[in-house]
């Protein structure tokens, strides 16, 4: 019987720890209240540039919006939105210009594996840049003009891979989808936000 209650008496105290004081409630209600970037750039390296290029989002965005793709080199959906954008391009419907490519996992994959998997001459070839910004490549909030304390990767909701969104001309994300296999119904949502 003492076992039990001493259990049950564990049980409980443990369960009070998540408790917290009312000062604690104010700290985190400015931290929900503080949000990324509303209008944001980076500025990254371009995969198979051999000069090591860098491409200025801001730039590549002024003139229309442009679907981002957040890519992986072992995301099978990657490869099927990857093919299917490609498609329309190829077909005219899409604008090459109006699509880039985004590399999601800097920390654990290599160029070398994005050039095999979307290079020229690789199984999803990609004919878009696709940028490969690190975990420390800095964001520009384009309101202010200076460096955020977000994250890339927190500013455009922490994207899975694949995730898709536009950006429009001022660099605000108007569109996000994650849907994890290219579907007929999203490629015609993407195209007509496009166009």
């Known amino acids: 019987m003492k076992k039990t209650m001493f259990i049950v008496f564990l049980l409980i105290l443990t369960s009070l720890g998540g408790c917290i004081e009312e000062g604690q409630l104010i700290d985190e209600e400015e931290i929900i209240q503080s949000s990324a970037p509303e209008r944001m750039s980076f500025t990254s390296l371009i995969m198979g540039d051999e000069n090591n290029s860098n491409l200025d989002l801001e730039d590549y965005v002024s ?92 500013a455009f909701g922490n994207p899975s891979t694949p995730t898709l969104q536009i950006m429009d001309s001022t660099g605000k994300l108007t569109w996000t989808s994650k849907t994890y296999w290219a579907t007929e119904e999203i490629v015609e949502e993407i195209k007509s936000i496009l166009n």
Do not use: Q
């Not at 070398?112 to 979307?118: D, G, K, N, P, T």
């Not at 200076?146 to 990767?153: D, T």
């Open 63 to 154: 003139n229309n919006s442009v679907l981002l793709i957040w890519v992986a080199a072992n995301c099978r959906g990657c490869h099927d939105w990857t093919d299917v954008i490609a498609k329309e391009v190829n077909d005219g419907n899409i604008s090459n210009t109006s699509v880039l490519s985004i590399h999601r996992y800097a920390s654990f994959e290599n160029p070398s594996s994005l050039e095999r998997v979307y290079g020229d001459n690789a199984s999803n070839p990609v004919s878009w840049p696709l940028v490969m910004p690190s975990e420390n490549t800095p964001l520009i909030d384009l309101d202010t003009r200076l460096e955020s304390e977000y994250s890339i990767y927190d």
